[in-house]
């Protein structure tokens, strides 16, 4: 009867070496590959963020996109990828919550004014019509 040997022979054991170190220069070249296309879309987010209207009416919220962007530049530097992806991400959405804060600000402001307005020519036709 023929059977396989239970001890791996030479020959045996040296493929299986060199596979699995194949494997493993392999697994290092699947790393994490710079995030180009993020960071380009969070530098745009801001650029377009960066206006005055936004600068005043939700200056906090862009300061922190502002910082994640930079801090995101850092791990580019550092080739922390998976890294600055992440900040990438977030400085992106952190800019659109800035432009959406202060087009909510102005909104709520004009509102504010209408309201005023209203009131005012209320007041202004309540005084003539009393007379």
Same mark, same amino acid.
């Given at each position: 009867?023929?059977?396989?040997? %239970? ?10 070496? %060199? ?14 590959? *710079? ?21 005043? #009416?939700?200056? #906090?919220? %862009? ?5 994640? %962007? ?14 600055? #992806? ?24 004009? *509102? ?5 307005? *209203?009131? *005012? ?11």
């Amino acid at each position: 009867m023929n059977t396989l040997p %239970l001890i791996p022979t030479r020959t045996t054991a040296l493929t299986l070496a %060199l596979a699995v170190t194949a494997l493993v220069a392999l697994g290092g070249c699947a790393s994490t590959p *710079a995030p180009v296309e993020k960071m380009a879309v969070a530098e745009a987010a801001i650029q377009t963020a960066s206006t005055t209207s936004t600068s005043e #009416g939700a200056p #906090g919220e %862009l300061q922190i996109a502002t910082a994640k %962007l930079a801090s995101a530049r850092q791990a580019m530097i550092d080739e922390n990828y998976e890294r600055a #992806g992440q900040l990438a991400e977030q400085a992106e959405l952190d800019a659109q919550v800035a432009v959406l804060h202060a087009q909510s600000t102005r909104a709520r402001k004009s *509102a504010q004014e209408s309201q005023d307005a *209203a009131r *005012a020519l209320r007041d202004e036709i309540n005084r003539k019509t009393v007379r």
